[in-house]
């Protein structure tokens, strides 16, 4: 096995961007013609991230397959929904990332204990070390054996220092110790604050965090700074002194406005070259012709010709983070159409209090995105969103739970269906047109056991939703959820002008609802926004953009 490792660790700071450094890392090996892989490692000790709130913790992404997680015999988990640094991989690699490659503490406590239960370790004390942190590098290993990566990149998320982050530390202290020279590296992200008042870069808390790394037998390779702007020479030499790597291994990670340009960023400061000479890996420059086909590609979102304004109201809005895919999908389908996307958050929670602010909020947008979401709380604004849109004829996309919403607003103030609502929200409505998936009603656990993962999808010819996809009959897209709008009702809603256009193969399960007539109002059941890639847009996505870049240009 010729698999090499990149170690991703951080330091200082949580939110400093990680996950869009360790994407750019394996990106560079791309750019050199290599097949990489990753791995996030979350400390934590949930499973997975499926049952954290957005706010809390920013989206939760959904991978194409859901991984049948076994940790001991008997024991079984589906896991589909996992960290949302996951879709920054998939999106700057063009890649379907695994779920089994997000290993959490929760996991391998997990397997270790239900192992102890069921007899593997008899006789022995179970510890941190050597049963946990074995538990750890034998999920990296399996992970390289099937995979056959040529790179992997393993990030570790949280910060040096975290009690929860120490077992894995520990592990990849082990695991490099294991391999002969020349098979792991070690990148260090930090943050290098600039302190306006002496005009400096200042370098403290960088050497802070690589000693702590030290003193637990880790010494980085690189240190990729955070910044706002370049690191001075300065800058770099002290890092390079204090923290004992090479000056040419302190790499600047200053703000970019198109994040997607950090590969090439990093690509120019030498760290591709640097990284593969230290893995002695044999190509160690970049293919001129890769790299030129990212620069193309960045160009297009660095220079648009015009701008288009989505309105995004949603109950997750107190960080952007919650809706990251489709912030991305946006702008991928933007971009590819030589257009900028202005996007506005808005808490729709405050609709509730005061309707008027509907129109007061929206009228300016181009095109509005009722989000996913789950609950209560906030749904009524959303509902009132939706009534505008369809009152309107505002160009509008809901995606999952923002489907269901067009849906109960379109049964209450279009078929007159008063109280409609999802059973989700209100249980005891008169008309439940959003209702639970007959097969999610014995479920009782929380905790990937909704409609998860990458599944067929059946257009309806002659639809928006068909002309979208290029008139393709049959795609797959993502999905996330318990609740679905009802067959009936929506055959019913047909003489009312609405379009069903697209269901499962049996026909049971409504995957998308559109408007008949001249407005582009879709909603989606599945998760688009998923599969939206930095070179390829999702085709709704691209096709809600372009609809809603005619509305502005027809003065709508
Ligand atoms: N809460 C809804 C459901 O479970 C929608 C989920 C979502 O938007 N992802 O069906």
Redesign the pocket.
Known sequence: MNTRYVFVTGGVLSGIGKGVVSASIAKLFQFRGYKVDMIKIDPYLNVDPGTLNPVEHGEVFVCEEVWRFEPARGYEFAIAEIDQDFGTYERFLDANMHPSHNITSGQVYLTVILRERTGEYLGRTIQVIPHVTDEIKRRIRMIAESCRPDVLVVEVGGTVGDIEAMPFLEAIRQFRLEMPPGYTALVHVTLVPYLRTVGQQKTKPTQHSVRELQSMGLQPDVIVARSDDYLTEDVKRKISLFCNVPPEAVISDPDLEVVYELPLVFERQGLGRYLARLLRLERVEGDAERIAEWEGVVGLYKSPRDFVTIAMPGKYTMIHDSYISINEALKHAAAHQGLGVKIKHVDSERFEEDPGLVEEELARADGILL?????SRGVEGMIEVARYAIERGKTFLG????A?LLFVAFCRYVMGLKGAN?T?VDPGTPYPV?DL?PEQRGVATKGGT?RLGAHDVYLVEGTRVYEAYGGQKVIRERF?????IVLDYAVKARDAGLVISATDAAGRVVNAIELAGEAWVVGVQF?PEFKSRVVRPSPIYAAFIRAAYEAKKGGK
Request: some cysteine; overall charge positive.
């Open positions: 989000t996913p979401g789950f609950g995606i999952c739970f923002g269901q999802s989700e959003v998936l909704m996330r959820h318990r609740y679905h998760h």
